[in-house]
């Protein structure tokens, strides 16, 4: 009876001692949506590229857990983001839901995020409002209002008093057109507002608009990956040549295409917070890892899943491996020295804080970048932090 009783004693403590082991080496997973086909590929493609990267360097273990990372494509169909985000909940178990390339696609998630508490990383999507969607989102991107109010402002001082706003219509594009008008025309510009449509955009209409408007300048927000689509109608209308200035957030000057942009896009004022020219060690290195992965140059969305992992992993640091409310509230305050500079998550909001730069298209050894001239440091979303006042 005493030698029955001591071994299942003992296989008792090595169930409980394979439980504990299994706990010890629990996977974390993340279920990274993005649209990896359809008009947004270029979107996807990169901020994958850049979580991917993170992982290759830093591996895939964290407090004792291995992290696998699930990419799914949602073609950028907001119904297929929250299904997707469903399954990956239920199904597939994540602890963290990450990607997001439209701000359609991120709010189509925020009610499940909220529901089932699972901290959600947005690396691409840029309205503002998509934090207070759900207390369970952070962003690792950056706000439309956030890049352009501080073109407005370098605008106004820099000569220019009459402008032409034209962006896409949809979320980020409204923030854009309404942080740069605020600004603008509170310091006395003037400004006329055309919107496009979001999907197969014929910008010719618009941009004789323009023409007929006689600005000094032009103000454009188009998503990463339409910006050589609208340049080519640029050039096509002659207005490389009609002395109409081109400003606006970076994503019309992606790094990623600007070399295929071309000439057209000498000269083009942009505030963004990543130029693939930040002259940092930090970027030199990040730009040389992702040529070296990728053969090709990271683009702001790259740096966005870049630091949207690092993000997550110093997360599960903080938490020893836990998710749900203690991941996102170790997420909350942390900062970091990233490729773009440096950054902080808000504890308020759950936005970054990073820096924006004022940059200028030029070319150096035979290739064109955003070269920065100007650091506006610290920049929180102006959207929160006017309503916080």
């Known amino acids: 009876m005493l030698r029955r009783t001591l071994i299942l004693a003992a296989g008792a403590a090595g169930v409980l001692a394979a439980v504990s082991g299994a706990q010890a080496q629990q996977t974390v997973k993340i279920g990274l949506i993005l649209p990896l086909t359809g008009p947004f590929t270029a979107i996807g493609r990169q901020v994958e590229m850049g979580a991917r990267l993170y992982m290759q360097q830093k591996g895939n273990t964290v407090a004792g857990q291995t992290i696998e990372l699930l990419v799914k494509d949602d073609g950028s169909v907001a119904d297929a983001t929250k299904r997707i985000a469903q399954d990956l909940i239920v199904n597939e178990k994540v602890n963290v839901l990450a990607g997001f390339g439209l701000t359609p696609l991120a709010l189509a998630t925020a009610p499940l ?4 508490k699972i901290p959600t990383v947005v690396m691409a999507a840029g309205t503002a409002t998509i934090t207070e969607a759900s207390p369970f989102i952070t962003r690792t991107s950056f706000t439309l209002p956030q890049a352009t109010e501080p073109m407005a402002d370098w605008a106004f001082k820099n000569g220019i008093k009459k402008v032409v706003t034209l962006v896409s219509d ?16 509170k310091a006395g510009g003037q400004v006329e507002s055309l919107r496009v449509p979001l999907a197969n955009p014929d910008f010719s209409p618009f941009l004789q608009k323009v023409a007929d408007a006689k600005p000094d300048a032009l103000f454009v927000f188009v998503p990463a990956g339409q910006g050589a689509q609208f340049m080519k109608q ?25 070399n295929n942009i071309g000439d057209v896009a000498l000269g083009a004022i942009t505030t963004h917070h ?4 930040h002259d940092s ?46 991941l996102i509230d170790a997420m909350k305050g942390m900062s ?19 820096n924006i730069y004022v940059r200028k298209v030029e070319r150096k050894d035979g290739e064109l970048y955003n070269v920065e001239f100007a650091t506006i440091p610290n920049v929180k979303d102006p959207v929160k932090a006017a309503k916080a006042n």
């Open 336 to 354: 970091w020295t990233s490729p773009r500079g440096p950054v902080s998550i808000d504890p308020q909001t759950r936005d970054i804080i990073q």
């Open 113 to 116: 995020a909220t529901q089932a």
């Open 274 to 277: 990543y130029s693939v020219a």
């Open 170 to 185: 949809y979320g980020p594009g409204i923030d854009s057109e309404k942080a740069f008008v605020g600004v603008f025309t």
């Open 281 to 326: 060690p930090e970027n030199k290195a990040f730009v040389e890892a992702f040529k070296k992965a990728n053969n090709m140059r990271p683009n702001f969305m790259a740096v966005g899943g870049y630091d949207g992992m690092h993000l997550i992993y110093e997360g599960l640091k903080k938490t020893n491996g836990q998710g749900g409310q203690a």
């Open 234 to 258: 640029f050039v096509e209308r002659g207005f490389d040549k009609s002395g109409i200035k081109l400003i606006g957030p970076g994503d019309v000057t992606d790094d990623e295409v600007l």
